[in-house]
């Protein structure tokens, strides 16, 4: 008797729990717009799909740099006599940086990539054009031979840093980054296919490789995976169908890899957030606005503006840097090599700096995206400050459906000037030279003719295996034709951030948020 009491009990409850449960008692209610009141993802008004805010992920390779304000330029005499690093305040914004310089491995994978996908379809010029200058070891009064045989290639240098590579194969080495980045995180996430995208980009698709914007645009056809097509995908049209195709407001793809700015590579290079003496570590506690240090090189200041390790350790007297110590000194002496390094070294060699980056100072020089101009720091913005911007639209002239170029990227020109004339913010589309070389500045530089500064020169920073010490402060800087290779300069990439500048948790916030208070009547 009990138990068929028991057992009619258990069956009630269950009952009015799948009655309840069957209600909209427990379903959440959508998100709802503040200014027309219709529901977010809700499939009887619409579907219009808005991703709810996550955490944000640091894309392969790439460290989180909280940005802020610091003064750019000099931090030590101008031995030089050059006067293009002046002292001067800016703000940079939040972003992502590589951890490490590219590496010889990092390179060889984007060769392979290129050769199975131009080669195969016969394109040969596209693998040409990529391959890194192996002949930039070569001197008329050295032997190093084995290094262009053997530097880029032999597995004993893999996680050496590329060199060899211009400004214009680094940024090219950027754009594929981004699109097989973002290729792997569709095929994971069941919108590719990832059996028929491999098998047909690895096969010779030439043209026809998948290219994020041209995926974006439609430009690009792909088979769509499981998740894109299962009554589970989280996406949905207007009326409430899977939608195959992923757009960027979905939240699901990563912004684009680039070269970082002059301004974002030497703030990330200086790493000020470990000379913070209070630094915020929890929401409801306040940081310092404070840099207790100065620093000269991208190391933190011990109290010795040094290269070598100073705090009492078994590590006090190292090198904290790959670079060369004067005439004929590389490496230091044998049984007791102060570097260790006679050429680059590997590029998780020595010490990290506060944003836990290598090699800022020293093992390569690094190139980055702006057009050098010795003032630069004093014409530039005092926020994100940048030289070097070409603004473009996509080129439409071979209609729909025929937008890509031969590498199956989106074709794009430059704005027509005459279309810019009512806008206040920008009135020319090539601002390379914006008040540089044109008629209200008066200032014209006359490359081959008195100066070796064209629109073609771009910066590079951070010293190298053969620089010397002054290289080595990050507010020096250099400059090299865009299309020229040294064996001292490589490269590390970079990617704008989204989203409240402190962090990338959901919970960071932008601007700073009081308790809301109650009027009293």
Partial sequence: MQVLKTTRNLLLLLTLTGAMSSCKIFKKKPEKSTVTG???????????????????????????????????????EDVMGDWNNIPRRITVNSFFIDKTEVANVHYREYLYWLTNVFGGAGMDSIVEEAKPDTLVWRSELAYNEPYVEYYFRHPSY??????????????????????????????????????NQIKRELNGSGQDNFNTKAYLMDEYQATPGRTATSKKNPLKDANGRPRTKVTFEDGILYGDYRLPTEAEWEYAAYG??????????????????LIANKQIYSWKNNGYDNVRYTQKSAYQGAFLANFKRGAGDNMGVAGGLNDNAAIPAEVTSFVPNGYGLYNMSGNVSEWVADVYRPLNSLDGDDFNTFRGNEFRKIDMSGGQGN?????????????????LRNRRNYQ???????????????????????????????????????????????????????????????????????????????????GQFFPTRRNKR
């Fill in 272 to 289: 000020y957030i470990a000379e913070n003496p209070q630094k915020k570590s929890k929401g409801s506690k306040r940081g310092e606005e």
């Fill in 38 to 76: 219709w529901n977010y993802n809700d499939k009887n008004q619409g579907n219009f799909n808005v991703a709810k805010p996550k955490d944000i992920k640091a894309a392969p390779g790439l460290v989180f740099v909280q940005g802020g304000t610091f003064t750019m330029g000099a931090a030590q």
């Fill in 403 to 419: 937008l890509r170029d031969d590498k199956g990227r989106i074709k794009t020109v430059l704005e027509e000037d005459s279309t």
């Fill in 158 to 195: 893999n996680y050496y840093p590329v060199v060899g590579v211009s400004w214009k194969q680094a940024t090219d080495f950027c754009i594929w980054r981004t699109d097989r980045v973002n290729e792997l995180t569709l095929m994971g996430k069941g919108y590719l296919d990832a059996r």
């Fill in 428 to 510: 020319r589309s090539y601002a390379t030279n914006y008040l540089d070389g044109d008629s209200s500045s008066a200032v014209y530089y006359g490359y081959g003719i008195t100066s070796l500064i064209s629109d073609k020169s771009r910066v590079y920073k951070g010293g190298s295996w053969n620089d010397r010490a002054f290289w080595l402060s990050p507010g020096a800087r250099r400059f090299l034709e865009e299309d020229l290779s040294t064996n001292t300069i490589g490269f590390r990439c970079a990617m704008s951030h989204y989203g409240a500048a402190e962090g990338i948790s959901r919970k960071a916030k932008t």
